[in-house]
Nanobody, 118 residues
Framework: QVQLAEYGGGLVQPGGSLRLSCAVS????????VGWYRQAPGKKRELVAKISLSGNTNYAESVKGRFAISKDNAKNTVVLQMNSLEPDDTALYYCAIFNWKGDRTSDWGQGTQVTVSS
């Protein structure tokens, strides 16, 4: 059974940076596309970043140029580097595993809270 454990969130001022990590167990991430979602209060969960098996990355328009997704295959961990954070980035962030068709195959973890506020 695949388990995801997100961590690295916190409170940061606008313009600051955070590095989120997602430790994956039960599956080797170098054989799966992976991504990060977020859900802000009162809003739908949205996909913000995804990395394919070949290493191609895709980002939501709202985070392009500020966020970077990567995989640490040695640690079986998915990383989301977030720079130039804005108050609208405040949300609970979750990682996810996908199959080759693009369907999310993992259950949701507990997520990690990111709060951007002065």
């Amino acid at each position: 059974q695949v388990q995801l454990a997100e961590y690295g969130g916190g409170l940061v001022q606008p313009g600051g940076s955070l590095r989120l990590s997602c430790a994956v167990s039960g599956l080797t991430i170098n054989i799966s596309p992976v991504g990060w979602y977020r859900q802000a209060p009162g809003k739908k969960r949205e996909l913000v970043a995804k990395i394919s098996l070949s290493g191609n990355t895709n980002y939501a328009e709202s985070v392009k140029g500020r966020f970077a997704i990567s995989k640490d295959n040695a640690k079986n961990t998915v990383v989301l580097q977030m720079n130039s954070l804005e108050p609208d980035d405040t949300a609970l962030y979750y990682c996810a595993i996908f199959n080759w068709k693009g369907d999310r195959t993992s259950d949701w973890g507990q997520g990690t809270q990111v709060t951007v506020s002065s």
